[in-house]
Each structure stands twice: as C-alpha cells, then as structure tokens.
C-alpha cells in the first residue's frame, strides 16, 4: 500500500503533505527530525492518511493537496472538527 498523508505542526500550525510506502518508518522520520522540511517544526502531529494501491495515485493525490485548492479541501472537509449535521 501507499499512503498520502497531512501532519500539522504544533509549533506554528502549518501543514506538511507527503507520500510513502510506509507510513509508521516516515512518520518516526519525521518524529526524529530527519527529514528537512519538517524538522523545524516540531512537534508534528498526523492529521490524516489516505491508503491507496499504487505509487503514482499516492503521488499524484500528494502533488493535489499542496495546490491552494487541495488545501481548501483539506480544511473545509477533512481536517474540520466540527460534527455534521445532515
């Protein structure tokens, strides 16, 4: 499997989108500080993952929620905590 993922940082609550194949080594990774793009930001936090089959889904899904409009998506209907009422 692969998985796209979102962590937040609870330092200055910004938003961190990537892919793996394995998702608990690259969260330690992260965790660790030995990825650059994250290491400032410590502490992170996993918000969301989304497992599919193939590589280039998971790549193409990650490329997407780093767009402006992927990231509207990710805040107005994943990442929200407010309960829906329908």
Do not use: F
Request: include cysteine; charge should be positive.
């Amino acid at each position: 499997m692969w998985y796209a993922y979102v962590l937040s940082s609870k330092s200055d609550g910004t938003l961190y989108v990537g892919s793996t194949n394995d998702l608990k080594r690259r969260l330690e990774e992260h965790r660790q500080g030995r990825c650059e793009s994250t290491r400032l930001r410590r502490p992170l936090e996993l918000e969301a993952y989304v497992a599919v089959k193939e590589e280039r889904t998971a790549r193409n899904l990650e490329r997407y929620l780093k767009t402006g409009s992927g990231i509207a998506t990710l805040r107005k209907r994943i990442l929200t905590s407010e309960v829906r009422r329908t």
